[in-house]
């Protein structure tokens, strides 16, 4: 049986797709005692409330359907933000250039978090390289706890 992600992804792509918008991630969380099932979406020029009432609605009539989750949750359909989370390897090369900060696991120079210029990622490694004030710096997949867009005011 697929995960619960997997398969919310499939249904939701071509929904997102009919509005104009791209699937950027599907989350399956337990938050203060609430399952949460997360869509987030990406498109050009941003995603507003009415792509994301019209792909919820669809989207909530596709799970009670085939319903494949045992008990309750909630369903959010949103924006993936200005300061996503990047994860694939696609969302790294979409992103070289790019405003990041990094946060790592285990303190390293006497800090966990790294605001800088994604430079570089290594697709077989999980490497993620970015220029901190001049200074190009390499944290492993392994020590990486979270690598998100940042906006720069």
């Known amino acids: 049986m697929k995960k619960i992600t997997e398969l919310t992804a499939e249904l939701a792509a071509p929904l997102a797709a009919g ?3 791209t699937l950027w991630d599907v989350e399956y969380v337990r938050e203060a005692g609430t399952w949460y099932l997360r869509v987030l979406l990406d498109k050009e020029g941003g995603v507003d409330i009415l792509d994301c009432e019209d792909i919820s ?3 909530s009539d596709k ?3 085939l319903d494949p989750i045992e008990g309750s949750y909630t369903l959010e359909v949103g924006s993936a933000g200005a300061e996503r989370a990047l994860k694939r390897p696609d969302d790294f090369a979409r992103f070289t250039g790019s405003p990041v900060l990094v946060k790592l696991y285990r303190a390293v120079e006497g800090r ?8 570089a ?3 077989d490694t999980g490497a993620v390289t970015v220029d901190v004030k001049g200074r190009a710096l390499t944290f492993q997949k392994k ?3 979270l690598v998100r867009l940042r906006v720069e005011w």
């Open 19 to 21: 509005r104009g918008c």
């Open 57 to 59: 609605r669809q989207l």
């Open 63 to 65: 799970l009670d359907e």
């Open 112 to 119: 966990k978090e790294f605001p800088g210029v994604l430079t």
């Open 121 to 123: 990622y290594d697709a």
């Open 143 to 145: 020590d990486t706890a």
